[in-house]
């Protein structure tokens, strides 16, 4: 993450080449050519600012690379994730298993793959809803403001006040107890409903807070006074000018739902078998980690990387959209 | 200044009965017996599930029970478990070790983080900085269980240099590591989150006029710059001392510490409700107060908020 | 008052020199290298001022009034401002190869600067007092309590009232005028020779405007100090100053007594600056301006940077950049046509 404006404030170092360029000739020499006539918006000028940056490529290629493998795990194995032999039972990686086999004789590195995808499915799925609900009532609570507000901050803060992995076990736990063999969408619904249950008053703040920041803004004041009704207001002077908070925020959320996922499952609350996930793969592997470190290696591995590329891609979209940094 | 202060508290209020009300509702609307499994291999005798349900008012409608429940609490009864054990000693035994993991948690989480964010924020784009924006990047990306285990592995086992399980009675120097893990998220946050605030205030026209007025360097950035950029940071310490007492079970569970998050997962996991929720409670209320107090903290820190 | 730079004089008389001018720039040169380019911000700025006398420095926003000032005080944002020619001279002593440790002593003692916005300027998290006692702490090791006698006495000078009580408040609890007291009061703790003030009423009422203009008047008429005076509005200089410098893109147009300059401009920015002033008389009429706008640093027009917007431009005026022409004593003018313009009506 670089700086433009890095250099100390403090110091004025001595002019660079005393008493040269001395001639009164016309300034124009060696300028590049503008680079572009007409004015980008915001989120342009962002685009712009995004593609230059090399931490934007490496982890948009990671996240494409994810996305690749949870959508279409059979292009990257042959192997299937559940059905395995005994007889393979711990056995290191080799030519056959990459990853080698979990204590079952699966293959790690085919799970691994379709495991991406309850990851990666849990995550996004929650992020949108936690985005979407606490956005949404967000923009309403600052928008409104007065009653509606205090009532809605209220909600928001009950909420907020459960400790998130205290918050998860107890809400999965009641919904769901151990052993009760659901089915894998019900199970992975439950997760994404928990997630979003705990996080959504983060969301609400952020966009709550941008919405009052912008409200005072001249250009609402204006569009108010030639007319505009709120709906428009909001719709399209509001959003626009909030989202990229949010849309920092978004991103390097999935990021963490992802090691939410995780944390969960691990604990025993979260994804259970029969689904295939990262966390699972870790929680099982637990006990066998002295004999078998590649159980718990590979799918670390791979989870550690997912979400570093999310939060670092998080980083890279706020850079762009940061006004401050031009 | 005392109005606000009261307006927090007054908001506060609702909050706590609305936490504490949802998760009483989620806890005890566990669908099934609550008494199975209680009374060891056997069905319990119908005497106990009696004097129980009497006693918890398990016939009575919800909103009914937490009233009960809320006016014993207040009292400081916090009930018992379904085997006898009275929930306030459990609390109160397991607490403590809790608050020490937490504050060295906060400890290093706060010596690490502002060292690298501060030295960071003066002099970006050096070796040290780029250091320090990598590695947080990847402790902010590593969950908690996984670096925990990681370094219980590593430390503990392979090399040996800690025990792998922290003693009954969690002495500091064994909780170094297990803070370690639980701070590590955080430290990377605090180290960002400073490196930004002091970059963005170095900009700023009052350090300008502190240059302008000839102070020394040390001076403009020790007292006049450092002052400014570590209201958000101090602020962020405040409220994550309340986040690490409640969210210690991971780190817990890694190293086996006798902490109120062992008692709470093992409490869920048998379905002993009435300990969760007593639990619960405490943390709650703990997690408000501070959040309560970080906000007199920020006033104080900052006068523009105090005259509000 | 800080001698420690008298000694310096007579080596500046021993290299022939005159001696004596407090305040100096030569040929400064300042360019800003951005993303989109190089900026010639300052081309070729040459003014001074002496003690117990006021120059204004006027200009539109992007004429290079304020980097001047910035570049004399030594807290040009570097990067990406860079210093590329001239010199600054204190009591003849050249700023610019000095270490960052003489620039800094100067800071306050020998040369103080005033800012546009004391909102910003000052400190929020530390009571007006405290800043103010901190320039007698720090730089000449009074006590706490000596210290605060002090700074009472400089808020009693700026006349705020109730200055005891008020020495606890901070920058926020006061008004715009009476804040930009408070800084005013600040930079002068240390009894400066030369003050340097950037557009101080700007952001003010015309009303407090005035009031802040006497201020300085008076302060600047008690202490000998030198003033200079960065602004663009015409009507705050008349009054207070002794002569005028009028920058246009990085480089002066015009220079002169104030009363002269009023009277008869000798360049077509300066005339137009005057002319475009509304007039009650002129009631009903068409308010006169001058049509363009500034150029943009990047890209500043060849040959007179004025041209374009000039009523009076001639062929000559792309080709070749006027230097800056002696007109007389006190008067200097960078038009080709300087003179016909002096001598015309």
Redesign the interface.
């Known amino acids: 993450m670089s700086d433009p404006t890095s250099g100390s404030l403090v110091t004025t170092p001595p002019p660079e080449q005393p008493g040269i360029v001395a001639d009164t000739a016309p300034v124009d020499a060696g300028l590049p050519k503008a680079k572009r006539d007409k004015p980008r918006g915001l989120l342009g000028d962002a685009w712009y600012d995004l593609r230059r940056k090399p931490l934007f490529w490496i982890s948009a290629g990671f996240i494409t690379l994810f996305v690749l493998i949870a959508a279409f795990p059979f292009l990257f194995t042959s192997g299937s994730p559940t059905s395995g032999s005994l007889s393979r039972s711990l056995e290191g990686p080799g030519s056959s298993g990459w990853f080698g086999y979990d204590i079952q004789g699966q293959d790690i590195y085919s799970r691994v793959i379709y495991g991406a995808r309850a990851s990666i499915l849990v995550a996004v799925s929650a992020t949108l809803g936690t985005v979407l609900l606490g956005g949404l009532v967000g923009v309403i609570a600052g928008f409104r403001g007065g009653w509606v507000d205090a009532l809605l901050s209220r909600i928001a803060d009950v909420f907020f006040g459960i400790p998130f992995v205290l918050g998860a076990i107890v809400i999965l736990f009641s919904l769901n107890p151990r052993g009760a063999g659901s089915n894998e969408w019900k199970i992975m619904g439950l997760v994404i409903l928990a997630l979003v249950m705990l996080t959504w008053p983060v969301a609400m703040r952020i966009m709550r807070s941008s919405v009052l920041a912008a409200k005072q803004a001249d250009y609402v004041v204006a569009a108010r006074a030639m007319g505009a009704s709120n709906t428009r207001i909001i719709f399209k002077h509001l959003i626009p000018n909030c989202l990229a908070p949010v849309l920092v925020y978004s991103t390097i959320l999935v990021g963490a739902y992802i090691g939410a996922e995780a944390t969960l499952s691990f604990l025993g609350v979260g994804l259970q078998s029969p689904v295939v996930s990262w966390g699972v793969m870790i929680s099982d592997s637990q006990q066998y980690i002295r004999v078998a470190p590649y159980w718990l290696l590979f799918p670390s591995a791979f989870l550690v990387t997912a979400v570093l590329s999310f939060v670092m891609l998080g980083e890279a979209v706020r850079e762009a959209l940061d006004p401050k940094l031009r | 200044m005392g109005r606000y202060v009261l307006r927090r508290l007054l908001?506060l209020i609702?909050?706590?009965f609305?936490?504490t009300l949802?998760?009483y509702w989620?806890?005890w609307?566990?669908?099934?017996d609550p008494f199975a499994g209680k009374c060891g291999e056997r069905a319990c005798p119908d005497s106990y599930i009696q004097f129980m349900t009497e006693k918890y008012h398990l016939d009575d409608p919800l909103p009914v029970q937490y009233i009960y429940y809320m006016g014993h609490l207040l009292t400081g009864d916090f009930g018992q478990t379904f085997g006898g054990r009275d929930i306030s000693e459990i609390i109160s035994q397991a607490y403590p070790n809790t608050l020490k993991l937490a504050l060295v948690g906060l400890t290093i989480e706060a010596i690490i983080g502002l060292t690298a964010g501060i030295l960071t924020g003066?002099?970006?784009?050096g070796f040290l900085d780029n250091l320090v924006?990598v590695s947080t990047?990847?402790l902010?990306?590593?969950?908690?269980?996984?670096s925990g285990?990681?370094l219980q592995?590593i430390l503990g086992?392979q090399i040996g240099i800690i025990n792998p399980t922290v003693s009954a009675d969690a002495p500091f120097s064994e909780l170094i590591v297990p803070g370690f893990v639980l701070a590590s998220v955080s430290m990377a946050y605090v180290a960002r989150l400073t490196r930004t605030s002091i970059?963005?205030n170095?900009?700023?026209?009052?350090?300008?006029?502190?240059?302008?007025?000839?102070?020394?360097?040390r001076?403009?950035?020790g007292v006049?710059l450092l002052?400014?950029s570590l209201?958000p940071v101090i602020t962020f310490l405040g409220t994550d001392l309340g986040?690490l007492m409640?969210?210690a079970?991971?780190t817990e569970?890694i190293f086996s510490i006798n902490g109120i998050?062992r008692e709470?997962?093992r409490a869920?996991?048998t379905k002993e409700s009435a300990t969760?929720v007593g639990i619960?409670v405490v943390?709650?209320m703990v997690?408000?107060l501070m959040n309560l107090l970080v906000d007199l903290l920020y006033a104080a820190?900052?006068?523009?908020i105090r005259?509000e | 008052m800080s001698n420690v730079y008298v000694a310096d004089q007579p080596e500046a008389a021993r290299e022939g020199r005159p001696s004596g001018r407090l305040l100096e720039v030569e040929d400064l040169r300042v360019e800003f290298r951005t993303r989109d380019g190089v900026a010639k911000v300052i081309n070729g700025v040459t003014y001074h001022v002496d003690a117990g006398e006021t120059l204004a420095v006027l200009g539109e926003s992007g004429s290079g009034k304020s980097v001047t000032a910035q570049t004399i005080m030594g807290i040009l944002d570097t990067p990406p401002g860079f210093v590329t020619g001239g010199e600054v001279r204190f009591h003849g002593k050249d700023m610019l190869k000095m270490s960052g440790e003489e620039r800094r002593r100067i800071r306050g003692e020998g040369i103080a600067m005033v800012f546009q916005d004391a909102l910003s300027a000052l400190n929020p998290v530390f009571t007006v007092g405290f800043q103010i006692a901190e320039q007698f702490r720090i730089r000449r090791g009074m006590s706490r309590r000596d210290a605060k006698k002090r700074a009472v006495e400089m808020l009693d000078q700026v006349k705020i009232p109730n200055a005891q009580q008020r020495l606890n408040e901070y920058p926020h609890q006061f008004s715009g005028g009476m804040r930009q007291r408070v800084m005013i009061a600040m930079s002068l703790a240390l009894d400066p020779e030369v003050l340097i003030a950037d557009e101080p009423t700007t952001a003010l009422d015309v009303t407090v405007q005035a009031q802040i203009m006497d201020l300085l008047a008076d302060l600047q008429r008690e202490r000998h100090m030198g003033l200079i005076l960065i602004t663009h509005d015409l009507g705050v200089v008349a009054d207070v100053a002794d002569r005028i410098a009028v920058m246009y893109a990085g480089r002066i147009v015009e220079e002169g007594d104030v009363h002269e300059l009023y009277a008869k401009p000798a360049h077509p920015y300066t005339l137009g600056l005057l002319e475009s002033i509304p007039r009650i008389d002129e009631k009903g009429q068409q308010l006169r301006t001058i049509r363009g706008l500034p150029p943009s640093l990047l890209n500043i027009p060849s040959g007179c940077p004025f041209h374009p917007r000039c009523p009076m431009a001639q062929p000559i005026c792309p080709e070749k950049v006027p230097p800056l022409l002696q007109l007389g004593p006190t008067r200097a003018s960078a038009c080709h046509f300087a003179e016909e313009l002096v001598q015309r009506d």
């Open positions: 908001q609702p909050v706590f609305g936490t949802l998760i989620l806890v609307s566990v669908p099934g003066l002099r970006r784009n924006l990047l990847f902010l990306a590593i969950p908690t269980f996984v285990f990681l592995f086992v970059a963005e170095s900009r700023s026209d009052y350090v300008r006029t502190a240059v302008a007025k000839g102070l020394p360097q001076r403009v950035v006049h002052r400014n209201i986040a409640g969210g079970i991971v569970g998050g709470v997962y869920i996991v969760v619960v943390l709650v997690y408000l820190l900052d006068p523009r005259y």
